[in-house]
């Protein structure tokens, strides 16, 4: 079961009963201005502000990435007081021992995290989604010819999600996990442990015609993630849902959720998308990672879990 609320999340958790919520998995604006309505109508009119559509070097059209560099010192340490700000509201509402995990981007990570921190949650990893990015890895801007074997910046190809935990009550974690039912990480299915390296992939065109947020996550990856901070039952929020991912893969996998979303297009959106993105790929819960090759199931490994344009996604 889920519900979903066109609400700004700071009001929302102001009112939320204390110490009734079992996990938190979000993809949040971690950049902070990039999802200001004055940054959004201008990713909405394609003209200026942050967000830039990556150079196309395979004659494919790519989809707009916020453009962190363009920080200022004042404004990536605002990220800093903002999580920290988010936390201190959220804390309360958490269940002793509750997970927190965060998606956040290398250059703004550590800022992030140091929010987080100074809030009172407890760090416990982080997270490497490991995929095939387009961020960085460019020769210098108009001297391409000139500097033809340097890059400004590493090809990114990972993302890092921060692990937080509020801190448990009880003495040991078997204790707080027989009280409250929380303080651990569910292993996968075959019994190994999570693991702290995430293969993935980028988010299918399935799954991109479904929902055009630009920040739009796997289904593969959120199902996975998703499963792992959810020890038993109860209720995962997720307080910047955007067009609802991650509402949708709680969905597919039978975990109750709580979806915040504060504009009113992308919260009108997730009402369509959550349902259609929660029906494909019947076949995977989060389990197991699609480790070697992301793109096939390991039940049927010459069929491709993530089929081509036109195919039956709900077979
Ligand atoms: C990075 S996006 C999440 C996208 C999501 N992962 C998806 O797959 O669709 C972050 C979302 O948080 C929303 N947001 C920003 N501030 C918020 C707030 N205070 N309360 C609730 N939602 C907020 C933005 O409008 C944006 O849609």
């Known amino acids: 079961m889920n519900e979903i609320l066109n609400i700004d999340c700071f ?16 993809d949040p604006p971690y950049g902070l201005v990039e999802f200001t309505p004055g940054e959004v109508a201008k990713l909405r009119n394609g003209k200026g502000g942050v967000w ?15 453009r962190f560099s363009v920080l200022t010192l004042e404004q990536r340490q605002n990220i800093e007081k903002y999580f920290q700000q988010w936390a ?3 804390l309360p509402a958490l269940i002793p021992g509750a997970h927190v995990l965060v998606a956040s981007n290398p250059v703004l990570s550590s800022h992030v995290f140091q929010g987080l921190l100074s809030s009172g949650l ?52 078997a204790q707080n996990l027989r ?18 390296v995430i293969p993935s992939s980028k988010t299918p065109a399935i799954e991109k015609s479904i929902s055009d947020h ?17 020890p038993t039952e109860g209720i ?15 969905e597919a996998i039978g975990i109750d959720s709580i979806g915040l979303e504060v504009d009113p297009h992308y919260f009108s959106a997730a009402t369509e998308t959550i349902p259609r993105l929660a ?18 199931s390991r039940e049927a490994p010459n069929q491709p879990l993530l089929l081509e344009e036109g195919a039956n996604y709900l077979a």
Request: net charge positive; aromatic share 10%; glycine share 10%.
């Open 122 to 173: 407890e760090p416990r990893a982080t997270l490497m989604r490991v995929y095939h990015g387009f961020r960085g890895g460019d020769r210098p801007k108009n001297a391409e010819q000139e500097f033809p074997d340097l890059c400004v910046s590493p090809r990114g190809n990972y993302e890092p999600w921060l692990l937080f935990r509020r801190p448990i009550e009880e003495k040991t974690v």
């Open 279 to 296: 029906k494909l790929y019947p076949r995977y819960h989060g389990g197991h990672l699609e480790m070697e090759a992301p793109q096939y």
């Open 179 to 196: 009280k409250w039912g929380v303080g651990a990480l569910r292993m996968l299915e075959n019994g190994g442990p999570v693991p702290d």
């Open 236 to 250: 995962l929020l997720d307080p910047f849902m955007g067009s609802g991912s991650t509402i949708a893969a709680c």
């Open 11 to 26: 009001e929302w958790l102001a009112g939320r009963e204390p110490k009734s919520l079992h996990a938190v998995c979000t």
């Open 88 to 90: 201190e509201a959220l």
């Open 52 to 66: 830039r559509i990556p150079p196309s070097f395979d004659g494919k059209k790519r989809n707009p990435l916020p």
């Open 214 to 230: 630009p920040s739009l996550k796997p289904q593969q990856l959120l199902r996975f993630l998703c499963r792992m901070v959810m």
